[in-house]
Structure formats: structure tokens, C-alpha cells
């Protein structure tokens, strides 16, 4: 493990408790704080830069990532979220998931593997050491934020059941409550949510199970109990509310590679010379920031993952 990735975890303390932040959102709202920011940052979080005279909320600690940018916010992290399963408006994302129940919670882990193995969440944050890693995240539509994630190396699961040598990718699947989660009744999506990853991307050091962020449990509109991180891929790759990590033999069936095959490729790395049929992916925009900034090939990640795709055409493999 590389450890210009590591850092040490946040104190709980040092983060505005969910609560303390909603109310002071209430009271944004109702100044009309809100709807006045949002004219400078069309798409930005509307909370994250309003600062008030007298505001008793302490500061979100900044932390790092290993380039020197700062983390985004509590507050940027957790209302502007992409979870189609709750709705398609990300500043909804936070309201909608508040009820969502991720307890208790069960992964299983199975197919071309030695040990199937079912996992409770419990088990599963008390058998692998959590640890923080902050992370670039950037959307397919060029957006990005820093963020400050805990977990463990989804290599340390598949370790534990063992892939057999028939084992070439890695299937995984999100919850599926259609009762419960209003975009799963849209017809527009092949629900379950699901991706895939090829076996050495997924055994990549970089390649975290991710229980947490800023140190506390991970909020439901960030995918909780557990959601997969791969920081060199677009954000869409990186699945939330896993509840089945399966080992197969052929390449796996994707929901957005199922939804638009031109638009979102299997690999999805990213990658700032091939633009989305709909728009340049050159340059993104940093949530927090106002000028944009240019796109890092594989987001910043070439020395820990070029090598996985020697003599690949990465035009044509998106
Ligand atoms: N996982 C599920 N199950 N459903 C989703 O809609 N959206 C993806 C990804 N994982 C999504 C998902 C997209 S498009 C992005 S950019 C990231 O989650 C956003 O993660 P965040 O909301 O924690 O920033």
C-alpha cells in the first residue's frame, strides 16, 4: 500500500453533526441564502461557501489529498449526490435517502470462488482494518470533489474467498427494494444497479470497499452501509449499497453500458482525450471552485494504474 494515500482518520468531533447542519440549512433557506448563492454556481452545493455572521458550526476540517488539493466539505459531499434509485435531482438525493434503512445489511460474495462467504456489515468493519483514504471522485458529466473516505481493499475480501483461476471480472450489485426506492420503478433503467471491474483492477490497492467518510459511517446518500470507490474510473463505476460481489468468467453487463453503450464503456477510465459523445471530458469542475479545471488522465492515478492497460488502445477501450 502506497503510503502517500494514508492519513490519519478525523476525529468525529470535528464534524458537524447531521442534525446541526440541517437546521442551519433551514435557516439558510428560510433567509434566502440559498436560492441567492445559486445564481453564482448553477450546479455547485448551495450551502458549501455561505458562510453567516455568528455561525456557531464548527469548521469542517480540510484535509488533503496526495496532489495538495483540499477535501471537499460535509456539506458538498452529502447534498449533491447521484443515486438514481431515490431520484435524478441531486440536491433531493439527501432528503430522500434520510429514512433509507442500512441495518442490518448483508454481502455476498460468491461464484468462481474456493470460499463463498455471506458478510454482515457488522463483520465486516470489525474483521478488515478501516482505514482513510482521500480520494479524487469525478463524474462521467465533469464534475469532481476531494473526498475524505474510510474502508478497506476490496483486494482483502477477494483474498478471503479465494477467486478460482476461471475468475476474470467482478460483478456487483446494489440493493433492490423497488417498494422502497422510487427510481426503481422508472422503466428508463435495467434495475439492479450494477457494474464490474476486470479482476486486476479490482485487486488494484486503489480499489477500496469504503464504509465511511470524514471519519463517520457512511451517510445514505452517499451509498451506506458500503460502497465501492475506484478513483481512476468515472464516478458511475463506483457502485453504492453493494449487497452481491459475484466472480465471473466473461465481462459482466453494466447498468449505464446497458443504458447508452456509446456514451458509458466498460472501462471507463478517465480520460481527458476521449470525449463523451455529448461533451468535452478536457477540463471538469471542481465542486467549491470557480474556474474550471483541466481533467487528469486516469484522475491523477497513472503511476498506480497505467500499467494495467499496456498496449491497450484507450480510445477504443472506454
Ligand atoms: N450507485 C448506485 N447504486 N446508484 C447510482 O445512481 N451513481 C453513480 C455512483 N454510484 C450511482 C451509484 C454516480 S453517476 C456517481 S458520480 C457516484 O455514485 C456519486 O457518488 P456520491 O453521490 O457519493 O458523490
Known amino acids: 500500500m502506497n503510503d502517500k494515500f494514508r492519513s490519519v482518520p478525523v476525529k468525529s468531533s470535528e464534524i458537524t453533526p447531521y442534525s446541526q447542519y440541517i437546521s ?18 448553477a450546479c455547485a452545493p448551495k450551502v458549501a461557501a455561505t458562510v453567516m455572521p455568528g455561525d456557531e458550526a464548527p469548521p469542517a476540517e480540510v484535509k488533503f489529498d496526495e496532489l495538495g488539493d483540499p477535501s471537499n466539505t460535509f456539506e458538498d459531499i452529502t ?17 430522500l435517502s434520510e429514512d433509507f434503512n442500512a441495518n442490518p445489511w448483508t454481502v455476498e460474495v460468491y461464484g468462481l470462488v474456493r470460499q463463498p462467504k455471506t458478510y454482515g456489515i457488522e463483520d465486516l468493519l470489525s474483521k478488515f482494518t478501516q482505514e482513510e483514504r482521500i480520494y479524487r471522485l469525478r463524474c462521467v458529466e465533469a464534475w469532481s ?10 483486494s482483502s475480501i477477494l483474498n478471503e474467498v479465494a477467486p478460482t483461476s476461471k475468475a476474470k471480472y467482478v460483478r456487483f450489485e446494489s440493493v433492490y427494494r ?8 422508472s422503466p428508463f433503467y435495467p434495475w439492479p444497479y450494477q457494474e464490474g471491474l476486470r479482476l486486476d483492477e479490482a485487486m488494484n490497492d486503489l480499489t477500496i470497499l469504503a464504509t465511511g467518510l470524514y471519519g463517520k459511517p457512511m451517510p445514505n446518500q452517499n451509498g451506506a452501509p458500503i460502497r465501492l470507490v475506484v478513483p481512476w474510473k468515472y464516478g458511475f463505476k463506483s457502485i453504492k449499497a453493494v449487497t452481491k460481489i459475484e466472480l ?9 453500458n446497458s443504458v447508452g453503450s456509446t456514451e458509458y464503456g466498460f472501462y471507463s477510465n478517465v480520460n481527458p482525450e476521449r470525449p463523451h ?19 487528469l488522465m486516469f484522475n491523477g492515478y497513472a503511476d498506480q494504474v497505467a500499467g494495467m492497460y499496456a498496449g491497450m488502445d484507450l480510445i477504443e477501450n472506454y
Open 248 to 256: 465471473v468468467e466473461e465481462q459482466p453487463s453494466t447498468l449505464w
Open 24 to 41: 442551519r440549512r433551514e435557516f439558510l433557506k428560510a433567509a434566502g441564502i440559498l436560492s441567492g448563492s445559486a445564481l453564482l454556481a
Open 79 to 95: 447534498n449533491y449526490n447521484n443515486y438514481y434509485e431515490f431520484t435524478t435531482n441531486k440536491e433531493a438525493v439527501a432528503p
Open 145 to 154: 470533489m476531494v473526498i475524505p473516505w474510510s474502508g478497506f481493499t476490496l
Open 178 to 185: 423497488p417498494e422502497e426506492l422510487p427510481g426503481q420503478s
Open 277 to 295: 459523445p455529448r461533451w468535452s471530458q478536457a477540463s471538469e469542475r471542481r465542486i467549491g471552485e470557480l474556474k474550471r479545471r483541466p481533467t
